[in-house]
């Protein structure tokens, strides 16, 4: 299984940036695909979720801000995130868990200037 994030930018802060990321190989369902991020001197921590079955779980963090929906045809995810903050900064991963496993994308980076 192979996950292909793209997206990732430079934005000034109250921007928006949608990221997306493709999954390739034996995709199994039910799955769930995420989004997490790491930011500078940080650990990875969840951004969003969402399963095969559309159900989605966001950190209290990007409620109301970012929005997480898939292409089950497609095997792809994608975030879209705005009024984006300084905070926001970090390396974003993509994520699918099925059957007991997990795979991670290679990342993508968000900047947000001030």
């Known amino acids: 299984v192979q996950l292909q994030a793209f997206g990732g930018g430079l934005v000034h802060a109250g921007g928006s940036l949608r990221l997306s990321c493709a999954a390739s190989g034996s995709i199994f369902s039910p799955n769930t695909m995420g989004w997490y991020r790491q930011g500078p001197g940080k650990q990875r921590e969840l951004v969003a979720t969402?399963?095969?079955?559309?159900?989605?779980n966001y950190a209290d963090s990007v409620k109301g801000r970012f929005t997480i929906s898939r292409d089950n045809g497609k095997n792809t995810v994608y975030l879209q995130m705005n009024s984006l903050k300084p905070e926001d900064t970090a390396v974003y991963y993509c994520?699918?868990?099925?059957?007991?496993?997990?795979?991670w994308g290679q990342g993508t980076l968000v900047t947000v200037s001030s």
């Open positions: 969402i399963t095969s079955a559309g159900n989605t």
């Open positions: 994520n699918i868990r099925m059957w007991g496993r997990e795979y």
